[in-house]
């Protein structure tokens, strides 16, 4: 079974200041990798996503992640964060093998601070 | 828009009463899902539907329902709500993972529910 890991339930950053959001999964085959974004009292948002090729994957707002097979990490960064990234960020991994059923971490809360 | 569509926003539902949330999307996905959302957990599968007349259970089924009769509509049932119940429900929706480019899922607003 697949399981994913967010180390950092909040992570509070100053504004301009770089952020990196981190995330570990586990699975024993090939996984596709996501990040969604909760705004407050929203849905989730796909963020970016690693289905296969380049590593260094780039998404909306600035963000991009990095795939790190042999540690295991999908790690979220941006390099210069702004009041309005103030979030909820989720990691998410589907067992590309199986019906397209995601497994979420449990969340991080970026705080940005002005 | 196009998107996924669910109602009602917010509830409020004594223990015993029961309900259903409504969830319909226009984007002729096969997928649907509903989540449950708690504090510091994440989200919780509840129940799934890889298309029109399939549903199958998730991580935390008891004590909902659901059906799935056309490809846009996946409403979620709850028959005695109980305190544990309240949660912010989402329903998302999808194309099969066999695509090229899967494009993840696409989420509703939520359901507020509060059962007291």
């Known amino acids: 079974a697949q399981s994913v890991t967010q180390l950092d339930s909040q992570v509070p950053v100053f504004e301009e200041a770089p952020v990196e959001l981190r995330c570990n999964y586990s699975s024993s085959v090939s996984v596709y990798l996501f990040w969604y974004v909760q705004y407050p009292n929203q849905g989730l948002q796909l963020l970016l996503k690693?289905?296969?090729?380049?590593?260094l994957v780039k998404g909306i707002n600035g963000f991009e992640a990095e795939f790190n097979k042999s540690q295991t990490s999908f790690h979220l960064r941006k390099p210069s964060v702004h009041i309005s990234d103030t979030a909820e960020y989720f990691c998410?991994?589907?067992?590309?093998?199986?019906?397209?059923?995601?497994?979420f971490g449990t969340g991080t809360k970026l705080q940005v601070i002005p | 828009n196009a998107g996924v569509t669910q109602t009602p926003k917010f509830r409020i539902l004594k223990i015993g009463q029961s309900m259903t949330l409504q969830c319909t999307q226009d984007?002729?996905?096969?997928?649907m899902y509903w989540y449950r959302q708690d504090p510091g957990m994440g989200l919780k599968l509840i129940y799934y539907?890889?298309?029109?007349?399939?549903?199958d259970k998730g991580e935390v089924p008891n004590g909902y329902n659901v059906s799935r009769s056309t490809t846009e509509d996946f409403p979620l049932r709850l028959e005695l709500a109980a305190p544990s119940q309240t949660s912010v429900y989402f329903c998302?929706?999808?194309?099969?993972?066999?695509?090229?480019?899967?494009?993840?899922?696409?989420f509703g607003s939520g359901t507020r529910l509060t059962v007291v």
């Open positions: 539907s890889v298309g029109a007349g399939i549903t």
């Open positions: 690693y289905l296969s090729g380049s590593t």
């Open positions: 984007m002729n996905h096969n997928y």
């Open positions: 998302a929706s999808s194309y099969p993972r066999d695509t090229v480019d899967s494009e993840g899922y696409t």
């Open positions: 998410a991994v589907i067992d590309s093998g199986g019906y397209q059923k995601v497994t």
